[in-house]
C-alpha cells in the first residue's frame, strides 16, 4: 500500500498544477517520472506515449494510467488516474454547483494566465528531452519535422492516425536494424524473458461494451448515460477537444447548448484532464442525481481508454525489444516527436502567448527549468502568483 500511496500523492501534485492540455500533461510526466523520480527510463516513457497515440481515447491519462501500472500494476493505474483526475472533478463539480461565477473569479483567471505560460516552458522542454532521446539521426529529425509541419496545418484526429501508420510502416521497411533503437531495448531482446499475450478477456470485455453502446436501445437515463459517455470514450482519438463533436452530438440536446459550451469552457481552464467536461455534463444531465451523474460519465468516458491499456501495455513492451519491429517503434517515437511539436504551437503556444512579455517570461521560465534547474512546483507556484499579479493589473 505505501507504494500506491506514493503514486497517488505524485499524480495528486500534478492533478492540481498541470494546466495546458495533454501536451503539457505528458511534458510534466516526463519531467516528474522519467527526470526526477526516474520511475522509468525515456525510451519506456516514449513508448507508453506511442502506445497512447495508437490507441483511442484521453492520451495523457492514458500516459498517466501507464506509468501507474508500471509502478504498481493495475491498482497503481487506477490510484494514477483517481489522483491527476480528482482535482478537475471537484472544480467541475463546483462549478454546477456555484455557477459560472467561480471561473469568471479575477484570481482563478490570474492562475488559469500564469499557468498557461508554464505549460509552454514545460511542453519546450519535454520536446527537447525527448527530441534528444529519439531523434538523433537525420531520418528520424526529418519524420518529426514533417509530421510536425503537416498536423499544423491538417490539424485533425485522423490525420494523427494516418501519420503515425506510416512511420511505422516506414520504419518497419527501412529502419529494421536493431542498433537504431539502442543498447536498452536490444538488450531487453536478448534476455529471456516471459512471453506476454493481449489481454483478451479484458479487451473482449471494451468491445462487448462498445457494441452494447451503439446497438442496445432504450433503457433509464442512468443505462443511457453510461452509453453515451462510453462509446465517446472508445471513439475519440487524440484528447479532449476531439471529443467535443461526439459528445455534442449525442447529449447537448439533452441538456442545452449553453450548459454544454459552458462545460466545454471551464475544461480547458482546469487543471487535469479535458475528459472531465464528462463530470460537468453527467451533473446537468443527471441534475436530480448530480454527484452520480458526474461519476458515472466521468468512468463511463474514462474507462475505454484505460481498458484498451491494460489489454496492450504487456505486448507493446515486448514488442519495443523485439528487433524486428523495432524499427516501426522507433519512427513512431520520432513521430510523436512531431505530435508534440505541432501540439506545442496549437494550442499551447498560441493559446498562452499574447504579447512580447508573455514571450519573455516563457523565455525565463526554460531558462530557469533546463538551465539552472528550478523544481517544477516552485516553478507552478511562482507562474501562478505572477498570473494573478497581471491580470489584476488588467482589470
Avoid at 452494447?212 to 443505462?223: D, H, K, L
Avoid at 464528462?278 to 481508454?305: C, D, E, H, M, Q
Avoid at 496549437?346 to 525565463?364: C, E, F, K
Wanted: with cysteine.
Amino acid at each position: 500500500m505505501k507504494g500506491i500511496f506514493e503514486i497517488f500523492t505524485k499524480f495528486f501534485v500534478l492533478g492540481c498544477t498541470s494546466f495546458g492540455g495533454p501536451a503539457a500533461h505528458i511534458g510534466y510526466f516526463q519531467q516528474a517520472f522519467v527526470q526526477k523520480h526516474k520511475w522509468l527510463s525515456q525510451q519506456e516513457f516514449g513508448n507508453l506515449v506511442a502506445l497512447s497515440q495508437f490507441l483511442p481515447g484521453p492520451s495523457s491519462s492514458q500516459v498517466g494510467f501507464a506509468i501507474g501500472c508500471h509502478r504498481g500494476g493495475v491498482l497503481g493505474g487506477f490510484a494514477a488516474f483517481l489522483a491527476f483526475t480528482l482535482p478537475s472533478v471537484v472544480l467541475m463539480l463546483l462549478l454546477f454547483f456555484v455557477g459560472s461565477e467561480f471561473a469568471n473569479t479575477i484570481s482563478f483567471k490570474g492562475v488559469v494566465y500564469g499557468l498557461k505560460l508554464l505549460a509552454v516552458v514545460v511542453v519546450a522542454d519535454a520536446i527537447a528531452t525527448m527530441a534528444k532521446s529519439f531523434c538523433h539521426r537525420l531520418w528520424q529529425k526529418g519524420m518529426a519535422l514533417v509530421v510536425a509541419i503537416i498536423l499544423i496545418f491538417s490539424p485533425f484526429a485522423g490525420t494523427q492516425f494516418i501519420l503515425l501508420a506510416g512511420a511505422a510502416i516506414i520504419g518497419h521497411l527501412f529502419f529494421t536494424n536493431p542498433s537504431v533503437i539502442g543498447s536498452e531495448q536490444a538488450s531487453y531482446a536478448k534476455t529471456n524473458k516471459p512471453v506476454h499475450q493481449l489481454n483478451w478477456l479484458v479487451f473482449s470485455l471494451f468491445i462487448v461494451l462498445l457494441l452494447g453502446g451503439i446497438f442496445i436501445t432504450g433503457g433509464n437515463a442512468v443505462v443511457q448515460l453510461i452509453k453515451d459517455f462510453y462509446v465517446a470514450g472508445s471513439l475519440v482519438f487524440g484528447g479532449g477537444h476531439v471529443v467535443l463533436p461526439l459528445l455534442q452530438e449525442s447529449v447537448a440536446a439533452t441538456m442545452g447548448q449553453n450548459e454544454f459550451l459552458t462545460g466545454y469552457a471551464a475544461a480547458q481552464a482546469v487543471p487535469g484532464p479535458m475528459f472531465t467536461l464528462a463530470t460537468y455534463l453527467g451533473a446537468n444531465i443527471l441534475s436530480t442525481s448530480p454527484v452520480l451523474g458526474a461519476v458515472i460519465a466521468t468512468v463511463a468516458i474514462f474507462l475505454p481508454g484505460f481498458l484498451l491499456i491494460i489489454a496492450f501495455q504487456p505486448v507493446w513492451q515486448q514488442y519495443a525489444a523485439n528487433p524486428k519491429i523495432s524499427g516501426a517503434l522507433t519512427a513512431v517515437n520520432a513521430a510523436v516527436v512531431g505530435l508534440l511539436i505541432s501540439a506545442f504551437y496549437q494550442p499551447v503556444l498560441s493559446s498562452a502567448i499574447n504579447g512580447w512579455l508573455d514571450g519573455l517570461l516563457a523565455i525565463i521560465g526554460i531558462i530557469l527549468l533546463r538551465i539552472i534547474k528550478v523544481p517544477v512546483l516552485t516553478l507552478v507556484l511562482s507562474f501562478g502568483a505572477l498570473g494573478v499579479l497581471m491580470v489584476q493589473t488588467i482589470y
